[in-house]
């Protein structure tokens, strides 16, 4: 059965000081040497602490919190970016992240070769990726460049690109990171309905976002994060009443 375990789950990212290894510093004799040995000369961020939540079938989840709470980098977690320094975490089925969809690519690349580039790290073997190449070519519009590299590409284009790739895929669990903007009116509407398709198959849907309406509309559940920790979950509409009521 499709799932996501994280019990107790904490992630630090230590920030090092540059100004101590600076020039000035050491002529002034204020770098590391007057400090003394076994010093340390970082500061550990706590980014997550203690996580613990299941997800199963069925389940659409919201995250919420201010900037910094900790949304994307959970969502990094259970995509299996961030490895937890203490705790577990074990995900079961098949999972699409498009928390940042033009990782990866190669801008000295074809659009066909980031074509498969990009599907091998979503998972997909070569002969999957050259599979979706026609659905992609006719999703994307972009003809005759996908013959091009990456390099000449507009932004707009290339997001097209890594968004035709990222949605081709049937995955069981879809993580996302607010809903992706691509390219003009026309093309816009007609990728929502792509992703909204995806999202309506997927087992498992985990969102952050910072758009309440758009978590009432998919979201069966919300998580509400604070500097790093999980302070409450429930059904998405009592929870995103707490946090608007907080805000």
């Known amino acids: 059965m499709t799932s996501i375990e994280l019990n107790n789950v904490d992630i630090d990212f230590p920030i090092y000081d540059a100004r101590t290894r600076s020039l000035k510093h050491r002529v002034l004799g204020l770098g590391p040497q007057r400090v003394g040995p076994g010093a340390h000369h970082r500061v550990l961020v706590h980014a997550l602490r203690g996580i613990t939540m299941s997800l199963s079938n069925g389940d659409r989840l919201g995250l919420v919190g201010r900037n910094g709470a900790g949304k994307t980098t959970l969502l990094r977690v259970m995509t299996g970016i961030y490895e937890p320094a203490v705790g577990t975490i074990q995900v079961n089925g098949r999972v699409a992240s498009l928390t940042n969809i033009t990782m990866g690519m190669d801008m000295e690349g074809t659009g066909y070769e980031n074509i498969v580039i990009r599907g091998l ?20 519009e972009l003809g005759d460049y996908l013959s091009l590299p990456l390099r000449t ?95």
């Open 121 to 140: 790290m979503l998972g997909m073997t070569r002969r999957q990726s050259m599979e979706r190449v026609e659905d992609i070519e006719n999703f994307t």
């Open 153 to 247: 590409y507009s932004a707009g284009m290339l997001v097209r690109l890594a968004f035709a790739i990222s949605t081709s895929i049937n995955p069981e669990i879809l993580i996302m990171d607010e809903m992706i903007g691509a390219g003009d009116k026309a093309f816009a509407e007609k990728a929502t309905a792509r992703l909204e398709k995806m999202m309506a198959s997927a087992n498992i849907l985990v969102v952050a976002s910072h758009a309440s309406e758009t978590l009432r509309r998919l979201c069966n559940k919300a998580a509400l994060l604070r500097q790093g920790q999980l302070i409450a979950m429930g059904p998405v509409e009592e929870i995103l009443e707490r946090y608007e009521s907080e805000n």
